[in-house]
């Protein structure tokens, strides 16, 4: 194995790697030997020269994205088998194959053991998002994992990671097709339809985490009037009218995601009379809302990104779940959601607490929510489990 550089942690700063923590802060560094380029692979010791982990080298708060607890080269073996074991996953979940299902996410970083990668799959489409340079640096590498791994069911693959990879000079390609040219496509979850533009649409394409939850909002939605807010394509809208809801109202602010939206009420529910769709800003259209509605949807976009503005996230939260305990019908369902990673189950707790007891509503919590098994999350790495929902009965 060639030399390569050395990353010598302080005294006391190897504990969370001793637990296998994935990550490598920059404040734990005592001294590197040799080079520390952005995306190297770098072997990491503790201050009495025993060795800890190998990983990706990068500039920033998390220093060193941890690949493997032992020595490795990262040869092609390597990622057949990470890729691999991720695929056999989907698998066992059942998954692959599925009639009713063929959109699922196939690598979850972390918790797949691949830090910085993320790859969605929408029926034979791969869709590929790296989050920091190691991986970019080895995206030929992983194509053909990928290929490899999957054989015929991948006929397309999708770079996407022009808003995810750190603004670095010399880093061109950022997205682009590696395999195929296929731009949008008509995928089944739980056996309803949807178009997705994985090119254009925001993430991957398409929410995949909230599969699981959607579901339940379709088992619950009979004979209520539903409300969807921060609907995006209308997920939980579909699923919300093919569970026998009497009104499906969906809100976004973007005049596209309603268009969306209406045009997947279409492909599930012909001239449907039970669906209407808003183009209107969330706050406002709680505001100012007559209607009296028994199931409530809120799933804003993420508040929080980073731990310095976890306060201000904190705070919008608790205004929009008071605004929908105060308007919601009595015995009501409220299914309420955080997709901020900074912001900690118990943090989301606290904040629709304090809403609830604003309102001055009784509350029942019914249902703890996170993401679906396959966005797995490593023990070792709870920060994996970004996704929080609760779904409360509110008297």
């Known amino acids: 194995m060639s030399e390569r550089t050395r990353i010598v942690l302080k005294s006391g ?27 190297i692979l770098v072997d990491i010791y503790d201050n009495k020269d025993e060795f800890l982990a190998s990983g990706h080298y990068q500039d920033g708060s998390i220093a060193v994205r941890v690949l493997s607890f032992h020595k490795l080269d990262l040869n092609q073996e390597f990622w057949d088998e990470r890729v691999g074991n991720a695929w056999k996953l989907r698998q066992n979940l059942g998954l692959l194959p599925s009639a009713q299902t063929n959109v699922f996410r196939w690598i979850n970083a972390e918790g797949d053991g691949l830090p910085g990668l993320i790859v969605d799959y929408y029926g034979g489409v791969a869709v590929v998002q790296m989050h920091s340079i190691g991986m970019y640096q080895n995206l030929g590498a992983i194509v053909q994992s990928l290929k490899k791994v999957a054989g015929e069911q991948v006929h397309t693959i999708y770079n996407k990671s022009d808003s995810s990879l750190p603004d670095k000079p010399g880093i061109s390609n950022r997205s682009g097709f590696l395999l195929g040219n296929l731009e949008k496509g008509e995928v089944l979850e739980n056996g309803y339809r949807f178009n997705v533009n994985w090119v254009q649409g925001q993430k991957t394409g398409f929410f995949i985490d909230q599969r699981e939850n959607r579901k339940l909002v379709g088992e619950w939605s009979r004979d209520r009037k539903v409300l969807n807010m921060f609907g995006y394509t209308g997920g939980f809208s579909v699923y919300g009218l093919g569970g026998g809801a009497k009104v499906v109202h969906s809100v976004d602010s973007s005049g596209k995601a309603i268009d969306l939206t209406r045009e997947h009420m279409e492909m599930n529910f012909p001239n449907d009379p039970r669906h209407e769709a808003f183009a209107e800003d969330a706050f406002r259209y709680l505001n100012e809302m007559q209607e009296s509605y028994d199931l409530i949807i809120l799933d804003p976009p993420a508040f929080a990104k980073h731990q310095n503005v976890l306060n201000n996230a904190l705070q919008g939260y608790k205004r929009l779940n008071q605004k929908a305990f105060e308007k919601i ?63 409360m009965e509110v008297e």
């Open 329 to 391: 019908a009595s015995g009501g369902l409220l299914f309420t959601f955080s997709c901020s990673q900074a912001v900690s189950r118990e943090n989301f707790r606290k904040s629709v607490f304090v809403a609830a007891a604003n309102a001055r509503r009784k509350v029942r919590i019914l249902y703890q929510l996170s993401q679906p098994p396959d966005h797995p999350v490593s023990i070792f790495h709870l920060e994996g489990e970004y996704l929080k929902g609760l779904v």
């Open 13 to 39: 700063k190897d504990q969370s790697l001793r637990r296998y923590h994935p990550w490598v802060f920059s404040g734990a560094i005592k001294k590197i030997y040799g080079p520390a380029r952005e995306g």
